[in-house]
């Protein structure tokens, strides 16, 4: 299974979502990067967004507030952060020294991969399979869009 978010625009902060190369619906940033307002075809929509203020968790949640998944950073200085899925507690650890996608882990195998779409679009992708489903890849994307938003604004300031 593999999800795309492609940026609608040059500036603006929605992106198209596919789902194995079909429209799936599409993501709103909202606040900075913190969160996102998830619109998926068929009328579900779900939230992604900064449990606190001050917290470094972020979760998914469905219309209901029932939340689907979430993931933090692990460690203080760390690299590595941790997420909540379906199927288990997982890991987000980087692909590699000179490269900027992610690898998740669960139970210490890879599972799924993110990487970001080319060098002039701006997007990411998620690929894995079982045990995930569409959410967790949904999960997994988002957490790597923020991860990426982070790193970015760091190395601006």
């Not at 999800?3 to 599409?26: H, I, K, N, Q, V």
Request: charged share 20%; proline share 1%; glycine share 18%.
């Amino acid at each position: 299974m593999k999800l795309e978010a492609e940026a609608r625009g040059c500036w603006g902060t929605r992106f198209a979502l596919r789902l194995d190369g079909s429209p799936w619906g599409d993501v709103v940033g909202r606040g900075f990067g913190d969160a996102a307002e998830v619109r998926l075809l068929g009328r579900r929509r779900l939230a992604f967004q900064r449990r606190g203020f001050l917290s470094g968790t972020y979760r998914l949640l469905d219309e209901d507030g029932t939340e689907l998944g979430a993931g933090w950073q692990s460690g203080f200085f760390g690299s590595k952060w941790a997420v909540r899925l379906s199927c288990g507690e997982g890991t987000l650890v980087s692909a590699g020294v000179f490269n900027t996608g992610f690898r998740l882990l669960v139970e210490g195998v890879g599972v799924a991969s993110a990487g970001e779409i080319g060098w002039c679009n701006r997007g990411w992708w998620v690929s894995g399979g079982d045990p995930l489903d569409a959410c967790d890849l949904l999960l997994v994307g988002l957490m790597y869009n923020t991860i990426l938003h982070r790193r970015r604004a760091a190395a601006a300031a």
